[in-house]
């Protein structure tokens, strides 16, 4: 069994910096993206930015330039350094694990129970 664990969420003013970490324990297979999904109030949940184990980033259009995602393949750990904080960036986030045995294997995901990230305006 997968586990993620968020931490790092927080209250913070606009313009201001803060950085998520998560932590996947259990077996994970070495094919795999780890990400962050935000689900801001009243909106749907989606994906914030997203890296493989191979290093390939994939951010969403409104992140571009603030925010920057980091791993430790070792550490089986995602980082999300967040820049110039805006209201609208305000949201639960969640940490998402995907992975596969085999690259053309069935595809499981995995989530983190979330934190929350508050900005002030």
């Known amino acids: 069994q997968v586990q993620l664990v968020e931490s790092g969420g927080g209250l913070v003013q606009a313009g201001g910096p803060l950085r998520l970490s998560c932590a996947a324990s259990?077996?994970?297979?070495?094919?795999?993206?780890m990400g962050w999904y935000r689900q801001g109030p009243g909106k749907e949940r989606e994906l914030v930015a997203a890296?493989?184990?191979?290093?390939?980033?994939n951010y969403a259009d409104s992140v571009k330039g603030r925010f920057t995602i980091s791993r430790d393949n070792a550490k089986n750990t995602v980082h999300l350094k967040m820049n110039s904080l805006k209201a609208e960036d305000t949201g639960v986030y969640f940490c998402?694990?995907?992975?596969?045995?085999?690259?053309?294997?069935?595809?499981?995901?995995?989530w983190g129970q979330g934190t929350q990230v508050t900005v002030s305006s």
């Open positions: 890296i493989t184990s191979g290093g390939s980033t």
């Open positions: 259990g077996s994970i297979s070495s094919i795999n993206t």
């Open positions: 998402n694990l995907e992975t596969r045995v085999v690259p053309w294997g069935k595809k499981y995901a995995y």
